[in-house]
């Protein structure tokens, strides 16, 4: 399978990135997991407890659960992980999914007190250990975990699903912190399948795991996920049968083709699911003029969104005139959905960017500094760079350069802030409006756009703490109108999943908010 570029980690306390969470999938698993239909199971636990209120879950974990090393899994080591991602020295970017937990914020955020500036490592462990103290999560015994959560969390269930809630194991992390996940002999995992070997720019191989609570019903021996990231290529080799599956890297050049041979109408091997994901770009609002949003909104306004679906991406994706995408329940509108229920919240319009540009002071473009768009490795990224980059000359009258740069390295960049505007896209964790307003919040571990807003971070942690579910989607849909009035972020496309896969290939799944899964896969050759 390929997964389209080399992983930048596979430390699931850390990753961010899709191409990560797929050889994570195989290696790790959560209390529980999502099944092919996106709901969440019995993983790890084989039951859970809740309590009245929904704020205490009380996991009991299956007999006999192993590392891939055969050490022993216990309810300690849920325990372990969690702490070790909210440590601020870790600096995981998405430690923020643990804040539903009693004490996680508190244990993880604790250093952007300016007291703490110059203290040293073993006083911030120190002032860590303390606040530990008092964290929701604790081991009851080997096989119960109890956790108490700040305010009920409708979908945390999923939340422990996810690779964030995954265990590490911790003399191999503790031997080895920077580079444990890179040598398969301390790749230790509790999932279905094991590490073999991580070649660079290759593939990374994994086999089946013979420790697996679940192993007799594991029907793959071996997959070997390939880090191709021209799509040309990726498209050739499984039309070679080189590769049986495309989940990243389907040549969108010769889409139409493709579908005609290979789609509803063909063989049947060409998929185009939904997706609860959307692509987007960045601006990094401390570099000028993006500091002003009269500029973000006329950028924004100034896209051709149909234009971009119909003659680059061509996988029936709709344009984005908001954040977040159709399919997510919201009981407070007719339509039962949140995004119907808000509609289009933005629209082109480039009459209007035209003004709002000559406002912030440069009227018909003139005096606008050269920005540079910022984009991964992909045929398909370059094509909607350069179309945005025609798109801006033709109807603002701007110049921008592109840039792109290898997966770890760009992520790097836009980390650190060193870019004008990035590309980025963003799938859903869960099934809920917050997975996508969250992570926008002043300072959030996600949030590389440089921008906060006091009142968003106010909406969102209303919502995130209500258990009045009326009032917290009120409250989501007045954060997503600010945010995409404040626009740091620009909404190009929600995605759809297009895939190849072989009609060999039997048993997968690809819910809306998961990575292709191939735990239940089986193959004939």
Not at 6 to 16: F, H, K
Not at 243 to 264: C, F, S
Not at 299 to 309: C, G, S
Request: with cysteine; aromatic share 10%; glycine share 6%.
């Amino acid at each position: 399978m390929n997964i389209g570029t080399n992983p930048q980690t596979i430390d699931p306390r850390v990753s961010t990135g899709f191409p990560e969470s797929h050889v994570e999938l195989a290696l790790f698993e959560g209390l529980m997991r999502l099944n092919d239909q996106g709901n969440a199971v019995p993983a790890a636990a084989e039951k859970v407890d809740v309590n009245e209120d929904n704020t205490v879950f009380t996991f009991h974990l299956r007999d006999g659960l192993k590392w891939s090393n055969g050490d022993p899994l216990t309810a300690e080591d849920f325990v372990w992980s969690w702490k070790s991602t909210l440590d601020p020295l870790l600096a995981s970017e998405y430690a923020y999914q643990l804040y539903y937990i009693k004490g996680a914020e508190e244990m993880n955020t604790f250093t952007s007190d300016p007291k703490w500036a110059n203290a040293s490592d073993e006083e911030i462990k120190a002032e860590f250990e303390k606040l530990a103290a008092n964290f929701g999560a604790v081991a009851l015994d080997d096989k119960t975990l109890q956790v108490t959560l700040v305010a009920p969390t409708p979908y945390f269930l999923s939340l422990t699903a996810h690779h964030t809630y995954y265990p590490v194991h911790k003399a191999s992390v503790e031997a080895n912190p920077d580079g444990w996940f890179r040598d398969p002999e301390t790749t230790v995992g509790n999932g279905p399948f094991k590490m073999v070997s991580w070649t660079d720019k290759d593939k990374v191989v994994v086999e089946k795991n013979p420790n697996y609570w679940d192993a007799d019903n594991i029907k793959l021996d071996r997959i070997e996920f390939y880090l191709i990231e021209e799509e040309s290529t990726a498209t050739t080799m499984w039309e070679n049968g080189e590769l049986d599956i495309v989940q990243a890297g389907v040549n969108t050049a010769e889409l139409d083709r493709l579908k005609e041979q290979y789609g509803e109408n063909g063989t049947g091997e060409l998929k185009i699911l939904p997706d609860m994901a959307f692509y987007y770009y960045i601006c990094n609002v401390e570099k000028e003029p993006l500091n002003d949003k009269r500029v973000r909104q006329a950028l924004a306004y100034a896209i051709d969104r149909e234009a971009i679906v119909e003659e680059i991406t061509k996988g029936g994706e709709p344009p984005a005139r908001s954040l977040v995408p159709e399919g997510i329940p919201d009981p407070t509108g007719s339509a039962n959905d949140f995004r119907k229920n808000a509609g289009d919240l933005f629209t082109e319009d480039v009459q209007k960017a035209q003004q709002l540009l000559a406002e912030a002071g440069y009227p018909n473009g003139e005096g606008f500094p050269k920005l540079t768009i910022l984009y991964n490795k992909s045929e398909a990224h370059q094509k909607i760079a350069e179309a945005i980059q025609e798109m801006w000359k033709k109807n603002l009258n701007i110049d921008v350069e592109l840039t792109n740069q290898e997966w770890a390295v760009y992520l790097d960049s836009r980390n650190t802030g060193d870019f004008d505007i990035a590309r980025a896209g963003w799938m859903g964790d869960y099934l809920d409006p917050m997975t996508f307003l969250d992570m926008w919040v002043t300072g959030g571990g996600n949030n590389d756009t440089n921008w906060g807003n006091a009142q968003y971070d106010s909406l969102v942690e209303f919502a995130r703490k209500s258990a009045d579910q009326n009032e917290r989607m009120k409250a989501m849909h007045e954060a997503e109108a600010l945010l995409m009035d404040e626009m740091p972020i620009i909404p190009i496309y929600h995605y759809t999943r297009i895939v190849l896969v072989s009609k060999n290939v039997q048993g997968w799944s690809m819910p809306a908010t998961s990575p292709l899964n191939l735990r239940n896969a089986s193959i004939t050759k």
